[in-house]
């Protein structure tokens, strides 16, 4: 696919992250829809093989972390990326506005609830990063709903400090304990955003995605921008980077997504269980017995 790797669009840590060095669209990595069809499919089918895989040896497990802003893109491209992947396999969680129960707990509760089983991938829409997202937009939110003591919120800078550490750790224990954490932020302009809102105004049949707020929310760009920005900056790792996804062409994205997870499937020391002699000489007497069962 155009000499494409993971490795173009993974951020390390390494050093300092300016999302504004990043591109929103690139080259076309297809030739035609037909090209780009058989492209997807190529990696749809080897993702089912590699999780398959991953299911069977039962050590490693993945999360695979959507964040992006609004019509960016990632319902689509969770429906196509995932698309011929074995649904025994693989789950999805959308995290939405905390609940009163979710608010009584800590913040990464309801997160350590949909974790990956071993042999699993788990796809998050959203996750633990809207706090230091919308909450740091919008720390109001912070104060006033979520329920923590006044004393730990007086310095505002610190909070988001300690969260990005507190986050960082808790991916560090993922990636000790073998689940392997895919950090995806669908990069669109803000151009592009606004073509898409006002094609769900347009399409009567997309009305039902469109929300008032998402109009408000993008008043606060380039408020949105920077959080991201520190955010990727704070929280990209060696182990547990960032892959910042040109989203402005949809086709691109969901091919530069699928070959995003492959790689990182691949990656992992995972094989099929194999027989020894001993289990396999005891495996084929076994046909002979189910052949008689055949013939009763």
Known sequence: MKNLTAGDFKITGKKSFKLEDEKTKIKDLYDSKEDYELLLSNLQNEMDELQSMMYAHNRYGMLVIFQAMDAAGKDGTMKAVFQNVNPMGLSFYSFKRPSETELNHDYLWR???????????????????EEVLVVKVHPEILIASQKIPHELTEDVDKVWKTRYKDISAFEDYLNNNGIRVIKLFLNVSKQVQGERLIERIEDINKNWKFEEGDIKERALWN????????????TSSKENPWYVVPADDKKNMRLIVAQIINENLKSLAISYPKSDEKRKAELEKLIATIKEQNLS
């Open 223 to 234: 408020d949105y921008m920077k959080a991201y920005e520190e955010m990727i900056d704070e």
């Open 111 to 129: 997160c350590f609830k949909e974790l990956p089983e071993r042999g699993k991938i788990q796809v998050f829409n959203r996750s633990y990063y």
